[in-house]
């Protein structure tokens, strides 16, 4: 299974970014996903998720009314739209894709990250 984020950058604040993350290797369709980030020197911490099916979403407190997650499941990609961007937007993005499978064991992988840089 892969994970493959893209769409990070350096951006002004106020600007926009659209991260993608593209899953292969599974069944994208089964799989809930989440945006983590990761600031430096700052421990990982979730911003966005969104349910297998696209139903329900979730968002952090400080980027809810700015970022969107969204997904496509015949492409087998999520989406992460980040507008009016802060400089404390800063960090490494991570997609997360989890599927429960019985009991107390869940499937989930992880992507590499892709670098979202905001300045002032």
């Known amino acids: 299974v892969q994970l493959v984020e893209s769409g990070g950058g350096m951006v002004q604040a106020g600007g926009s970014l659209t991260l993608s993350c593209v899953v292969s290797?599974?069944?994208?369709?089964?799989?809930?996903v989440a945006w983590y980030r990761q600031p430096p020197e700052k421990e990982r911490e979730p911003v966005a998720a969104i349910s297998w099916s696209g139903d329900d979403t979730y968002y952090a407190d400080s980027v809810k009314g700015r970022f969107t997650v969204s997904r496509d499941n015949v492409k087998s990609t999520a989406f992460l739209q980040m507008s009016n961007l802060k400089p404390e937007d800063t960090a490494a993005y991570y997609c997360?894709?989890?599927?429960?499978?019985?009991?107390?064991?869940?499937?989930?992988?992880w992507g590499r990250g892709t670098q979202v840089t905001v300045s002032s």
């Open positions: 290797g599974t069944t994208f369709s089964s799989y809930d």
């Open positions: 997360h894709a989890r599927r429960y499978l019985f009991g107390s064991v869940w499937s989930d992988f």
